[in-house]
């Protein structure tokens, strides 16, 4: 329980670390390896990655927001059961947005929103920092975590557009694969990696980017 | 504090206060954007419709303009309604073919055969040649497969299609809504000389899929749904068929 009263700088060293923390040496997808379900899910293209990455920042930084002002009030016996009404709702809005307003990503990323209530992360960050935080720094604590979490997803998603289908964004980096109609790299029998496009290929790119991290930076494995 | 947060009564309270605020606030979200979801529903029908007979993109028609252009192409008090034997529907208004549900109707176990409902948009195109548009809807491997078929006014050849579906494999099944394989269909006639209608036949291996074949080459890693999109088109072209051929006769 953060229990300092009076005027802290509103971007005190401790603050800053909330936001930053997550991005590298506690990233929630790479180091406490929670969220996995939709990184492999929706990384097949960057857009989708990009639109994911923003619901589940909103849900999870207002998720903090509204855990954190109600927590000296919500019983503890039903503390689970509160935020999970409170992120289903977010999702539920998060939803209904996009579907008014972004129909094509709304209909391409499907089911996968609704699927945000059951992101790990979104919960963790719920019952281990805002039921115990003020809300400033909850807010920052869902903005960090919510960064790190789109950062892996987006990183995952540009090497498996890249490589599986060619493009980045939509865009064709590698010229056109059309049979009959090649250009670019493809006339040189350059051919689109259709592995990567497979879920399987999200869990070893996750993989391979938490060697990476871990052997960076030796005190991050542990030790059992 | 007086209140003891911990007590039955309290818990009580404060899950029924919760749920009526979230209940009441999703509630109001949902009436606020109905009208937006409905006209996105409606403009990308619009689409999937024009997008058989033609190139929509090539011509600009995007989700903001799609209202009207798709006027200008289709005219709803000409379309019909077929049963399912290829008659038209008696006591039922053309107009209301577009309001038409038939992925509901498809999916309805209770619905018998004869009260399904088969629209068909009569559109002209550019160059204000006349043309037939066919729904079609059907399953794929994980959920509903759908699309549009555009008739010549010779009322057997394939101008286009378009396929879409909810939840196929992306990269394999999810492929049927890419124009290469959307284009495999062009030119194919959905019935002979006498207007006797012929199968379509989704093969593996392309062996003699020549363009303008009845026999399409499939999707590779994506056979299920490859013939569902045969299921689905041979289902329904054939009540199709049987129409345009009374038609001619």
Same mark, same amino acid.
């Given at each position: 329980?953060?229990?300092?009263?009076?005027?802290?700088?509103?971007?005190?060293?401790?603050?800053?670390? !909330?936001?930053?923390?997550?991005?590298?040496?506690?990233?929630?997808?790479?180091?406490?390896? %929670?969220?996995?379900?939709?990184?492999?899910?929706?990384?097949?293209?960057?857009?989708?990655?990009? +639109?994911?990455?923003?619901? $589940?920042?909103?849900?999870?930084?207002?998720? /903090?927001?509204? +855990?954190?002002?109600?927590?000296?009030?919500?019983?503890?016996?039903?503390? &689970?059961?509160?935020?999970?009404?409170?992120?289903?709702?977010? $999702?539920?809005?998060?939803?209904?947005? %996009?579907?008014?307003?972004?129909?094509?990503?709304?209909?391409?990323?499907?089911?996968?929103?609704?699927?945000?209530?059951?992101?790990?992360?979104?919960?963790?960050?719920?019952?281990?920092?805002?039921?115990?935080?003020?809300?400033?720094?909850?807010?920052?604590?869902?903005?960090?975590?919510? !960064?790190?979490?789109?950062? &892996?997803?987006?990183? +995952?998603?540009?090497?498996?557009?890249?490589?599986?289908?060619?493009?980045?964004?939509?865009?064709?980096?590698?010229?056109?694969? %059309?049979?009959?109609?090649?250009?670019?790299?493809?006339?040189?029998?350059?051919? /689109?990696?259709?592995?990567?496009?497979?879920?399987?290929?999200?869990?070893?790119?996750?993989?391979? #980017?938490?060697?990476?991290?871990?052997?960076?930076?030796?005190?991050?494995?542990?030790?059992? | 504090?007086?209140?003891?947060?911990?007590?039955?009564?309290?818990?009580?309270?404060?899950?029924?206060?919760?749920?009526?605020?979230?209940?009441?606030?999703?509630?109001?979200?949902?009436?606020?954007?109905?009208?937006?979801?409905?006209?996105?529903?409606?403009?990308?029908?619009?689409?999937?419709?024009?997008?058989?007979?033609?190139?929509?993109?090539?011509?600009?028609?995007?989700?903001?303009?799609?209202?009207?252009?798709?006027?200008?192409?289709?005219?709803?008090?000409?379309?019909?309604?077929?049963?399912?034997?290829?008659?038209?529907?008696?006591?039922?208004?053309?107009?209301?073919?577009?309001?038409?549900?038939?992925?509901?109707?498809?999916?309805?176990?209770?619905?018998?055969?004869?009260?399904?409902?088969?629209? %068909?948009? #009569?559109?002209?195109?550019?160059?204000?040649?006349?043309?037939?548009?066919?729904?079609?809807?059907?399953?794929?491997?994980?959920?509903?497969?759908?699309?549009?078929?555009?008739?010549?006014?010779?009322?057997?050849?394939?101008?286009?299609?378009?396929?879409?579906?909810?939840?196929?494999?992306?990269?394999?099944?999810?492929?049927?809504?890419?124009?290469?394989?959307?284009?495999?269909?062009?030119?194919?006639?959905?019935?002979?000389?006498?207007?006797?209608?012929?199968?379509?036949?989704?093969?593996?291996?392309?062996?003699?899929? +020549?363009?303008?074949?009845?026999?399409?080459?499939?999707?590779?890693?994506?056979?299920?749904?490859?013939?569902?999109?045969?299921?689905?088109?041979?289902?329904?072209?054939?009540?199709?068929?049987?129409?345009?051929?009374?038609?001619?006769?």
């Amino acid at each position: 329980m953060s229990t300092e009263k009076g005027s802290e700088p509103l971007f005190s060293k401790k603050n800053k670390k !909330l936001i930053t923390d997550p991005l590298t040496d506690n990233n929630p997808v790479t180091i406490q390896v %929670l969220g996995i379900c939709s990184a492999l899910a929706i990384t097949v293209q960057v857009n989708q990655a990009i +639109v994911m990455s923003l619901s $589940v920042l909103f849900v999870i930084i207002m998720g /903090n927001l509204i +855990v954190s002002l109600l927590r000296n009030m919500i019983p503890s016996r039903i503390r &689970i059961i509160v935020q999970l009404l409170v992120v289903a709702s977010l $999702v539920i809005i998060v939803d209904q947005v %996009l579907a008014a307003f972004l129909p094509d990503l709304s209909a391409k990323l499907s089911v996968f929103v609704g699927l945000i209530i059951t992101n790990c992360i979104i919960m963790g960050r719920l019952e281990a920092f805002a039921m115990g935080n003020k809300p400033w720094p909850s807010i920052l604590d869902g903005l960090g975590n919510g !960064l790190g979490y789109g950062a &892996i997803l987006i990183i +995952v998603a540009v090497f498996r557009e890249l490589f599986g289908s060619g493009t980045l964004m939509g865009y064709s980096i590698f010229g056109n694969s %059309l049979p009959g109609e090649e250009s670019g790299l493809y006339t040189l029998g350059y051919q /689109n990696n259709n592995l990567m496009i497979l879920p399987p290929m999200a869990l070893i790119i996750t993989g391979i #980017i938490i060697w990476v991290q871990r052997t960076r930076n030796k005190a991050l494995i542990e030790e059992h | 504090m007086a209140i003891n947060k911990e007590s039955n009564s309290f818990t009580f309270g404060f899950a029924i206060a919760l749920v009526v605020v979230i209940g009441v606030v999703l509630a109001l979200l949902s009436e606020g954007l109905k009208p937006y979801k409905e006209k996105n529903v409606r403009v990308k029908k619009q689409l999937d419709i024009l997008s058989a007979m033609m190139d929509v993109e090539k011509e600009g028609i995007t989700r903001e303009n799609a209202e009207v252009e798709f006027k200008t192409y289709v005219n709803l008090d000409d379309a019909l309604i077929l049963d399912s034997k290829g008659n038209v529907k008696k006591g039922k208004e053309g107009k209301d073919a577009f309001d038409i549900d038939i992925k509901k109707e498809y999916r309805d176990k209770t619905l018998s055969e004869e009260d399904k409902n088969y629209p %068909l948009f #009569i559109a002209k195109d550019k160059s204000k040649k006349k043309r037939y548009i066919i729904p079609v809807v059907g399953k794929g491997l994980w959920g509903p497969i759908w699309g549009y078929i555009c008739l010549d006014d010779d009322m057997k050849t394939i101008i286009g299609v378009s396929f879409d579906h909810k939840t196929e494999t992306p990269g394999l099944g999810a492929e049927i809504n890419k124009a290469f394989f959307m284009d495999r269909w062009k030119s194919s006639k959905i019935s002979d000389e006498q207007g006797n209608f012929m199968k379509y036949e989704v093969v593996k291996d392309n062996s003699g899929a +020549v363009k303008g074949d009845s026999k399409i080459d499939g999707i590779t890693g994506g056979t299920i749904t490859s013939k569902g999109v045969e299921e689905m088109v041979n289902r329904t072209l054939k009540i199709y068929a049987t129409y345009f051929q009374n038609k001619k006769s």
